[in-house]
Nanobody, 124 residues
Framework: QVQLVESGGGLVQAGGSLRLSCAASGRTFSNYAMGWFRQAPGKEREFVSAISRTGGRTYYADSVRGRFTISRDNTKNTVDLQLNSLKYEDTAVYYC????WGSGTGNLDAYDYWGQGTQVTVSS
């Protein structure tokens, strides 16, 4: 079992920045690829970014590539998502997730554990 707790969400103006963090506990963090997803009101949950177990590989949705940066610290059991140049359409609840068997993927169904989410609201 892995417990995931997100933090860092909030209200920000368009063009601003936020840094989301996800703290993991329970199992060996470095055994898991990690991902960030988001869900806006009335929409399905969608892939944002993922990172491999060692952090050597990162993946991004086209909509955030060049603006968001994922990173992890296996000594602190955390995975962060830096959100820059935020847009109104980035408004959503952001979730981190852990994938025991993969190397980082945008496939939502591949993830075994999920956090409760943190709200990001971007005002236009």
């Amino acid at each position: 079992q892995v417990q995931l707790v997100e933090s860092g969400g909030g209200l920000v103006q368009a063009g601003g920045s936020l840094r989301l963090s996800c703290a993991a506990s329970g199992r060996t963090f470095s055994n898991y690829a990690m991902g960030w997803f988001r869900q806006a009101p009335g929409k399905e949950r969608e892939f944002v970014s993922a990172i491999s177990r060692t952090g050597g590989r990162t993946y991004y949705a086209d909509s955030v590539r060049g603006r968001f940066t994922i990173s992890r610290d296996n000594t602190k059991n955390t995975v962060d998502l830096q959100l820059n140049s935020l847009k109104y359409e980035d408004t959503a609840v952001y979730y981190c997730a852990a994938d025991r068997w993969g190397s980082g993927t945008g496939n939502l169904d591949a993830y075994d554990y999920w956090g409760q989410g943190t709200q990001v609201t971007v005002s236009s």
